[in-house]
Nanobody, 114 residues
Framework: QVQLVESGGGLVQPGGSLRLSCSAS????????MRWYRQAPGKERELVAT????????TYADSMSGRFTISRDNAKNTVYLQMNSLKPEDTAVYYC???????WGKGALVTVSS
């Protein structure tokens, strides 16, 4: 069955960095566009970044552009989100998702606080 397991979250000070990973299984990872979403407390889930199946097409939400980098390793069935210059408003649970796959993992909690 489909599994998406996010990891790498934690507590970081403002201005710091974190790298999230999402390990995928149960579907053809190399053929799927992958996305990172986040959901802050009391807010709706929002799209953070998208990467095409071959990694050549990448898009970001405006507020993350220049600070976040999405990447993937199809040999490892893993998608990554490198987050730099983190701000308190980046605090959220971060989820990965595969286009066309109706499944959500448990997410990775990122807390940005001094």
């Amino acid at each position: 069955q489909v599994q998406l397991v996010e990891s790498g979250g934690g507590l970081v000070q403002p201005g710091g960095s974190l790298r999230l990973s999402c390990s995928a299984s149960g579907f053809t990872f190399s053929g799927a566009s992958m996305r990172w979403y986040r959901q802050a407390p009391g807010k709706e889930r929002e799209l953070v970044a998208t990467i095409s199946s071959n990694g050549r097409i990448i898009t970001y939400a405006d507020s993350m552009s220049g600070r976040f980098t999405i990447s993937r390793d199809n040999a490892k069935n893993t998608v990554y989100l490198q987050m730099n210059s983190l701000k308190p408003e980046d605090t959220a649970v971060y989820y990965c998702n595969a286009a066309g796959v109706d499944y959500w993992g448990k997410g990775a909690l990122v807390t940005v606080s001094s």
